[in-house]
């Protein structure tokens, strides 16, 4: 959660070594299944996330273990929405969502639902996405844990409501989620979210959405979560776009298709790609 994805992943694979020397299948799956989600997803990197874990996955259906099965159905899930491939992602997410309910796996339980929410988002299904949403929240606040994810939800949530012109929206308690969250490596997320929230609630706001998404550049940089760095780009483009200034929309879609490239977040690049054939 602090994003120091070197040391972090020093001792995961440490993990990793102990589990493969002793043969456990449903250890080494657990363990891949982490190293696939809190370092090279938020690190930004894809592909390795994808085939770490695809291979969880596999390891599990092998050793017949529901929790490992659980776990890694919802990691490869959300490897799958890093890498663009949304429908995919829906897939496992949905299943691990099955996996967790029935053995009360409760925090992956609640980030099955979010990246769902995420995921649903990316494809237009707003209502799915906002069920999704409230269904992690709901897991999150009964357990009483995660308040960093609770929050990011909220936004998320939010940021739906704009984009429908929904009324109720309120900007200030949005703000505040960003000041309150503790972890690290939600920092850009919740920033990013903030701005799109801005961006979509009138013209008004359109300077103060530009404030946020620097902010979130910033923490993205700082804190190595290039995924979200080439999102917040993208977001940025469209800022730009909305005030008829093509050339500086031409030139966030640039760094957002280089990030991208870099992180093997295909669908995600193919889509700055085609907004910056648009541009011109």
Same mark, same amino acid.
């Given at each position: 959660m602090n994003c120091e994805f070197e040391?972090?992943?020093?001792? *995961?694979?440490?993990?990793?070594? *102990?589990?493969?020397?002793?043969?456990?299948?449903?250890?080494?799956?657990i363990i891949k299944s982490n190293l696939s989600y809190f370092i090279y997803?938020?690190?930004g990197r894809l592909a390795s996330s994808y085939k770490t874990s695809r291979e969880a996955l596999q390891g599990a259906d092998e050793s017949g273990d529901i929790f490992s099965k659980a776990m890694a159905s919802v990691c490869h899930g959300i490897a799958c929405y890093g890498?663009?491939?949304f429908d995919k992602s829906i897939l496992h997410l949905k299943e691990g969502c099955r996996f967790c309910d029935k053995i009360k796996l409760i925090i992956f339980h609640g980030l099955a639902h979010f990246f769902l929410g995420e995921a649903y988002f990316e494809v237009g299904r707003f209502k799915e996405a906002?069920?999704?949403?409230?269904?992690a929240i709901d897991i999150f606040e009964h357990n009483s844990i995660i308040p960093s994810?609770?929050?990011?939800?909220?936004?998320?949530i939010a940021k739906i409501n704009v984009i429908n012109k929904e009324a109720g929206v309120d900007l200030n308690t949005v703000v505040g989620y960003a000041n309150v969250n503790k972890a690290r490596i939600w920092d850009g997320w919740v920033r990013?979210?903030?701005a799109e929230i801005l961006l979509n609630t009138d013209d008004r706001? *359109?300077?103060?959405?530009e404030k946020w998404i620097n902010k979130a550049i910033e923490a993205d940089r700082t804190n190595g979560t290039l995924l979200n760095l080439g999102r917040t780009y993208a977001l940025y483009a469209e800022l730009h776009r909305r005030r008829g200034d093509s050339h500086s929309a031409g030139y966030a879609l640039n760094q957002a298709i280089a990030v991208f490239k870099d992180c093997g977040a295909n669908g995600f690049l193919e889509r700055a790609q085609a907004g910056l054939a648009s541009v011109g």
């Amino acid at each position: 959660m602090n994003c120091e994805f070197e040391k972090a992943e020093q001792h *995961i694979t440490k993990a990793l070594e *102990i589990n493969l020397a002793a043969d456990s299948h449903w250890g080494v799956s657990i363990i891949k299944s982490n190293l696939s989600y809190f370092i090279y997803f938020f690190n930004g990197r894809l592909a390795s996330s994808y085939k770490t874990s695809r291979e969880a996955l596999q390891g599990a259906d092998e050793s017949g273990d529901i929790f490992s099965k659980a776990m890694a159905s919802v990691c490869h899930g959300i490897a799958c929405y890093g890498c663009g491939l949304f429908d995919k992602s829906i897939l496992h997410l949905k299943e691990g969502c099955r996996f967790c309910d029935k053995i009360k796996l409760i925090i992956f339980h609640g980030l099955a639902h979010f990246f769902l929410g995420e995921a649903y988002f990316e494809v237009g299904r707003f209502k799915e996405a906002g069920d999704s949403y409230r269904q992690a929240i709901d897991i999150f606040e009964h357990n009483s844990i995660i308040p960093s994810w609770k929050n990011v939800s909220k936004a998320a949530i939010a940021k739906i409501n704009v984009i429908n012109k929904e009324a109720g929206v309120d900007l200030n308690t949005v703000v505040g989620y960003a000041n309150v969250n503790k972890a690290r490596i939600w920092d850009g997320w919740v920033r990013r979210n903030i701005a799109e929230i801005l961006l979509n609630t009138d013209d008004r706001h *359109i300077d103060a959405a530009e404030k946020w998404i620097n902010k979130a550049i910033e923490a993205d940089r700082t804190n190595g979560t290039l995924l979200n760095l080439g999102r917040t780009y993208a977001l940025y483009a469209e800022l730009h776009r909305r005030r008829g200034d093509s050339h500086s929309a031409g030139y966030a879609l640039n760094q957002a298709i280089a990030v991208f490239k870099d992180c093997g977040a295909n669908g995600f690049l193919e889509r700055a790609q085609a907004g910056l054939a648009s541009v011109g």
